[in-house]
């Protein structure tokens, strides 16, 4: 009792971070948590059996290149930043922000693939998932390439430098989310069919 | 509309009283408000307006079930087509009735009115800031509850009625339109409005744990924090957590609905017609919703018990029993909450050997929750008890988390569940445990913070009235319900005339009903009390319940920014109430212990050199022994 007491006693500021920063990382708790459970349905509604076998579109192992690239170059953004290298800062972003769109594009051409292995949204609930799924980590792409494009702005008005860091810092913790969860997403499909 | 209209008349009072400027114009002070304080409000009125919409819809169901051959031709001028021309009740409409009352009173009232009303104006009160961490994405979060408010609101009032297949929306009955007439539009609506619901549910609670954890004031400890932020905090935590489970079902839905795939649907026949819709199971819905909707159960009950640990404490002129029994006890109900969901499940063929799992780590909730009522008995035992309002809603919260906690042991067992389940012994389960808990808690919560919020204190003999009726009109409704359920009445059905067992439960139902009517009037003397007392109640002193908690270091009607110079930095826990020696029988947590050397304890005196180090000219008093 009085042990602890006296550790804390002193009216000192609690400690803190930065309160965005944080609520980010509460909002890709909540985001984990939408694709936690669509896996969880998918492995409940897998083991009940009526399930149909298909290939995965090979494009996906491309994508999923593409976008483990689009990380590495946000980071190479944020060491940019670090430095003040202004101009390769705006450079990366951008790159960054075009693998991030065709990943998308390359999502939208392989649900084309699954359509020619007349795999439908509408069907067995085995293709149905790999719609949902793919396109809701979709969406959220969508808004990572906006968030990044945000960025771009703000580094054009000056306002991403070493000193300014919270802007890069957050986006780039997003976007390496989102890359980490089709990651998972991607793995979890691999290993379920 | 209302809320609009209140909101306005409120601030224009304190507006003469206080003679302070404000910065911007009406829509921003009031409407567009980044203040903690105002939102905290809007979620107040707008939940006080559902309460009351649900009351009624339930007593309009309650007259249908109590007196089930009366007409209720005087109700067409309100519903309209809903009463068939022989003047009774429609029965889909009965149906949506039941469904609208349990989404409106689950979601609208006891999550967002209850939460959202107490987190919003608690917490940076009570930890000492000046306002959330994001007042825009608070606001944000106020206007998606608005929105998706709307939405529900009008899909009262279309031509197929609203959602009908209960506020659980098991599939197949909620994802196919030609089902029920319910299962149409109004589903669409309902399932649009609570994606709504969810995404002001998530910004709120983002911003409650993110300020709670990072916009505390210089000594606020963890261990120094309020019980009701620490129900908030777990409260926010579970909600983070399970919301986006019920959206990713919500998600699986609409798309059975509207895009045709079979996640849920599979081998239907209507009418003789087969469904195109192959491969799906219903089941899987029940998992992902019960997922979120056990947690939901602790999202409206914590808060609820974080309030009446505050306003007990404070009322029996006692520190709090077991401060850190009490914070483990909600940490143990979250971790729970979320590995029990299927006990909602158990007839749904599941493995017994699972179900008795299950059964185990539900029964094992009655620990902590059995620490938490004991908690609240040996503070109030030998205590200088105030029967305030509030205090005497909390003690009404106590009694019905304990009588309708004893039922959930008969409840969780998978095997009495097989009698059991879906019977009316379940529905006054849980209306006694959560609905009427939760529920006294909010009115614990308004009637004590009310001087807070308004500057001026509720009728203390109106609220005792107001307790009296609604006490014991909640045990009148929901005591016989046990009795109707072990009897084996299924939970919404329209009519039990058919069945011959029934008809010696006639008298019971009809004194079921008459109860609900006579609580829902009582209802009214509350709104009159709070309406009335906001523009001419007695005007509030600063600290109007001797209370140690920072919110009432505040002005008596707090501007923007909560305290008009420094933030007051906190030097003890908050119960330091009645302690031996003591000049009066409370000391605000932010007094320091150097003012307090006759009540100090030993260890508490070594604290006073650790307080004024740094701080030169004031006066350090060794340690007395």
């Known amino acids: 009792m009085s042990v602890d007491i006296k550790i804390v006693e002193e009216p000192k500021q609690p400690m803190t971070m930065n309160p965005k920063k944080f609520g980010m990382w509460l909002f890709m708790v909540t985001v984990f948590m939408v694709f936690a459970a669509l896996s969880s349905a998918y492995i409940v509604r897998r083991a009940e059996g009526n399930w149909s076998y298909f290939e995965l579109p090979a494009l996906f192992w491309v994508n999923t290149v593409v976008i483990l690239i689009s990380s590495i170059t946000l980071q190479w953004a944020y060491v940019s930043a670090k430095r003040d290298n ?58 990572g390439v906006i968030y990044l494009l945000i960025l771009l702005s703000a580094t054009q008005k000056g306002l991403v430098h070493s000193k300014s860091l919270n802007r890069i810092e957050m986006c780039a913790t997003y976007w390496h989310f989102l890359g980490g969860l089709w990651l998972y997403l991607f793995l979890f499909l691999l290993l379920y069919r | 509309m209302a809320t609009t209209a209140t909101h306005h008349d409120i601030h224009h009072d304190t507006h003469a009283d206080e003679h302070e400027h404000h910065e911007g114009n009406f829509w921003t002070n009031y409407i567009f408000s980044q203040d903690h304080k105002v939102i905290a409000k809007q979620f107040l009125i707008t939940g006080i307006f559902w309460a009351l919409l649900g009351g009624i819809l339930s007593v309009i169901f309650r007259l249908q079930l109590g007196f089930p051959d009366a007409s209720l031709e005087w109700l067409r001028p309100v519903l309209g087509g809903w009463i068939t021309p022989d003047g009774k009740l429609n029965q889909e409409f009965y149906l949506a009735l039941v ?96 994606a709504l619901f969810i995404v002001s549910s998530l910004l709120g609670g983002i911003n409650y744990i993110t300020t709670i954890i990072n916009m505390r004031t210089r000594g606020m400890s963890f261990t120094k924090m309020p019980l009701t932020i620490w129900a908030f905090f777990f409260t926010a935590i579970i909600g983070l957590l399970s919301f986006p489970v019920l959206f990713a079902a919500a998600l699986l839905l609409i798309f059975d609905r509207s895009f045709g795939t079979s996640f849920y649907l599979s081998d239907i026949y209507i009418q003789g017609q087969a469904l195109a819709h192959e491969g799906g199971s219903a089941i899987l819905f029940q998992h992902l919703f019960w997922f979120l909707g056990h947690p939901e159960v602790y999202i409206v009950l914590l808060p609820a018990l974080g309030i009446s640990s505050e306003i007990i404490a404070t009322n029996s002129r006692k520190p709090i029993f077991g401060y850190k029994a009490m914070i483990g006890s909600m940490l143990f109900i979250a971790i729970l909450s979320f590995i029990v969901w299927a006990h909602h499940m158990f007839v749904t063929g599941m493995n017994p050997f699972l179900g008795s799992i299950f059964m185990l780590l539900t029964l094992i909730i009655a620990v902590p929750s059995a620490v938490k009522i004991f908690n609240y008995v040996t503070t109030l035992w030998r205590g200088n008890i105030r029967f305030t309002p509030g205090m005497l809603f909390s003690i009404g919260l106590v009694s019905f988390f304990l009588t309708g ?130 523009f001419r109640g007695k005007l509030a002193p600063a600290n109007p319940w001797n209370s140690n908690t920072l919110e009432w270091t505040t002005p008596r009607n707090p501007q923007h920014g909560n305290w008009p110079g420094e933030i007051p930095a906190v030097y003890r826990w908050p119960y330091d109430y009645s302690k031996p020696g003591a000049k009066e029988d409370f000391i605000p947590q932010n007094v320091p212990y150097s003012e307090t050397p006759e009540s100090n304890l030993p260890h508490e005196n070594d604290q006073i050199k650790l307080e004024s180090s740094g701080d030169s000219g004031s006066i350090v008093i060794g340690p007395k022994h």
């Open chain 1, 86 to 143: 202004l101009e390769s800062v705006k450079i990366a972003t951008i790159i960054t922000a075009i693998l991030g769109i065709g990943f998308m594009v390359g999502q939208y051409f392989a649900w084309a693939d699954l359509v020619t292995n007349s795999i439908h949204l509408v069907g067995n609930p085995s293709g149905s998932f790999v719609y949902i799924i793919s396109g809701l980590h979709g969406a959220h792409v969508l808004g």
């Open chain 2, 99 to 194: 469904t609208m009352h349990g989404t409106i009173m689950v979601f609208f009232v006891l999550t967002a009115g209850l939460s959202g009303t107490f987190s919003n104006f608690l917490i940076p009160l009570q930890i000492g800031a000046r306002d959330m961490a994001s007042g825009f994405l608070n606001m944000l979060s106020y206007w998606f509850f608005f929105t998706s408010s709307v939405i529900m609101f009008i899909s009262l009032f279309i031509s197929t009625g609203p959602a009908g297949g209960g506020w659980t929306i098991y599939p197949p009955l909620s994802a196919l339109p030609q089902a029920i007439s319910g299962s149409g539009l109004g589903m669409t609506m309902w399932l649009v409005a609570m």
């Open chain 2, 405 to 534: 906690g004893i039922t959930g042991i008969f409840l969780g067992n998978s095997a009495i569940d097989i009698q059991l389940h879906d019977t009316y012994f379940v529905v006054a389960h849980f209306h006694l445990v959560m609905g009427s808990a939760s529920f006294f808690g909010m009115m614990a919560g308004v009637y004590h913070w009310f001087p807070k919020m308004f500057g001026r204190m509720m009728d203390h003999r109106l609220g005792a009235i107001h307790f009296w009726i609604t006490f014991v009109g909640v045990y009148l409704v929901f005591f016989p319900l046990h009795y109707i359920g072990i009897a084996g009445f299924p939970r919404r059905y329209y009519s039990f005339t058919n069945f011959a067992f029934s008809s010696g439960f006639a008298d019971l139902n009809m004194l079921v009903s008459v109860a609900a009517i006579l609580t829902l009037a009582a209802q009214f003397i509350f709104l009159f009390n709070f309406f009335y007392s906001m």
